[in-house]
């Protein structure tokens, strides 16, 4: 099915997270809670400036990914 050899899978499988993995998992609800203060407003860059205002030194590439990991956007204007 997956195309991988039994012992690719099993070791993928008892291989720790990584420290991007544990980041990412710590931001993803602080994320969350900013973009629904915001009504679903808030893109990636408004999601950094206050990631930055809360303490958290984040870049914006990674709030980009992370959103769209996650399904959310911000409200398109025009």
């Not at 039994?6 to 602080?30: G, I, N, W």
Request: with cysteine; aromatic share 4%.
């Amino acid at each position: 099915m997956l195309e991988l050899s039994p012992s690719t899978y099993f070791a993928h499988k008892k291989r720790p997270k990584s420290a991007r993995r544990l980041r990412d998992e710590q931001l993803m609800p602080v994320m969350e809670e900013i973009h629904a203060e915001s009504d679903g407003a808030y893109g990636a860059r408004r999601i950094t400036r206050a990631l930055r205002r809360k303490g958290v030194d984040v870049a914006r590439c990674t709030v980009e990914r992370l959103m769209d990991e996650l399904g959310r956007e911000g409200v398109i204007r025009g």
